[in-house]
Nanobody, 128 residues
Framework: QVQLVESGGGLVQAGGSLRLSCAGSGRTFSSYAYAVGWFRQGPEKEREFVAAISRSGGRTNYADSVKDRFTISRDNAKNTVYLQMNNLKPEDTALYYC???????????????????WGQGTQVTVSS
């Protein structure tokens, strides 16, 4: 079984920054075999795609709403994926989830239904 644990959320003022981490573990887990995505769900909103990264880190993809503000990266030696969030806005307030998809392809994935494992989420709150 694979476990994903998010951390790094918190309360920040608009314009501030946070870095989220997603640590993977499990008897069969090797981050080299998993594409990872970040999703978020705000109050009374549906879960939405934020960013994704291929298993090697060579390909990334972002939602239009976070492009040029958020950066996804990974350190496979540490089995960890990061989401650097800059210039945060109140509308970024949400519960942020990371998800992992076992794949042999060098692709990233922006649909929640494509992912095999999910973390419990970390709350990000941006005050105006």
């Amino acid at each position: 079984q694979v476990q994903l644990v998010e951390s790094g959320g918190g309360l920040v003022q608009a314009g501030g920054s946070l870095r989220l981490s997603c640590a993977g573990s499990g008897r069969t887990f090797s981050s080299y075999a998993y594409a990872v995505g970040w999703f978020r769900q705000g109050p009374e909103k549906e879960r939405e795609f934020v960013a994704a990264i291929s298993r090697s880190g060579g390909r990334t993809n972002y939602a239009d709403s976070v492009k040029d503000r958020f950066t996804i990266s990974r350190d496979n030696a540490k089995n960890t994926v990061y989401l650097q969030m800059n210039n945060l806005k109140p509308e970024d307030t949400a519960l942020y989830y990371c998800a992992a998809k076992f794949t042999i392809y060098t692709a990233n994935y922006d649909r929640a239904t494509e992912y095999d494992y999910w973390g419990q989420g970390t709350q990000v709150t941006v005050s105006s």
